[in-house]
């Protein structure tokens, strides 16, 4: 747990910080280690959902801005409640496809988005140095376009003081005679980036990545058990993860028919109460955006 939560800066009212700090340690035995189960939905699950689903979930997705296929953001203005609760948080802002950025200026567009989403987290409260995941939805190498305008929101995003993360494909697909996926291609990139910025390595991964990966294996299936992140990717993509989406809803049968742990027959995996359809991830950190640490702003 991240004890600055409970020190100074109080923006929120001394009954929410009281809740979540109880909450926190109330779980303290199970926070001395990962993994930590969490969950995420386009739609917020409702105000008087939030103390059932914190039985558990110790955190949850929230979005900044229209989630994919939908037309208005239900998350905002739910961060105090939600942290009431005694949820951490991943915050995410929905990124751009690639049939939105052809034949445009991508770079800009990223830049643009980038400012948008350190902005919508300023104005939701979280602290100037949270997390953002850009939802990156579609796999295998980035294409030109891709790699601009994810890399220009980037750093747009470190720009405005906030810190950078992708959600992402872990999941292989062929590339000539061997294979790719979307974490990899965006770690190799990055990696280079520092290199030529001559990035102190000392200083740790400066990206976030989420990685999504329903395949079974490495995924378990629809289980509340969550699993160790290392079962998702090796190094060096591995000192880049720090959330691993391990299941979805609806499961994709492509990736997940051979799954022990079976999603229910409509292909969703439910949460015990209420009984609400979710994502399921695991992560090294009851709160891997560090979104729940009370900001000074």
């Known amino acids: 747990m991240n004890r600055r939560l409970c020190a100074r800066g109080l923006t929120l009212t001394m009954m929410a910080l009281a809740s979540f700090c109880e909450a926190q340690d109330s779980h303290q035995g199970a926070s001395t280690a990962a993994p930590y189960l969490g969950f995420d939905r386009n739609d917020y699950p409702g105000d008087a959902a939030l103390a059932a689903l914190r039985k558990t979930f110790r955190y949850t997705g929230y979005w ?11 998350w905002i203005g739910k961060r105090a409640i939600v942290l009431s609760n005694g949820f951490g948080f991943l915050v995410l802002f929905n990124g751009r496809l690639d049939a939105q950025l052809r034949r445009r200026d991508a770079a800009a567009l990223g ?97 976030f990545l989420w990685i999504a990966n329903d395949q079974c294996p490495p995924a378990p299936g629809c289980t509340l058990m969550a699993p160790s992140l290392a079962g998702v990717s090796a190094p060096p993509i591995a000192d880049f993860v720090r959330v691993w989406q391990y299941a979805q809803s609806p499961f994709r049968p492509e990736f997940s028919a051979s799954c022990r742990a079976r999603a229910s027959r409509d292909g969703n995996c439910y949460a015990p109460d209420p009984k609400i359809f979710v994502d399921l991830n695991t992560a090294s950190s009851p709160d891997p955006s560090e979104g729940a640490v009370v900001s000074s702003r």
């Open 111 to 207: 830049t643009a988005d980038g400012k948008a989403a350190a902005a919508a987290a300023a104005r939701e409260g979280f602290p100037q140095n949270v997390i953002i995941f850009l939802d990156q939805e579609e796999g295998g190498r980035l294409l030109p376009e891709q790699d601009a305008y994810l890399f220009a929101w980037i750093d747009a995003v470190r720009s405005a003081g906030a810190r950078a993360g992708v959600y992402c494909s872990g999941i292989d697909v062929p590339e000539g005679k061997g294979t790719i996926n979307t974490a990899r291609d965006i770690v190799e990139q990055e990696t280079a980036r520092a290199q030529s910025a001559k990035k102190d390595k000392e200083s740790g991964p400066s990206l």
């Open 64 to 74: 900044l801005n229209n989630p994919p296929g939908e037309v208005n953001d239900t």
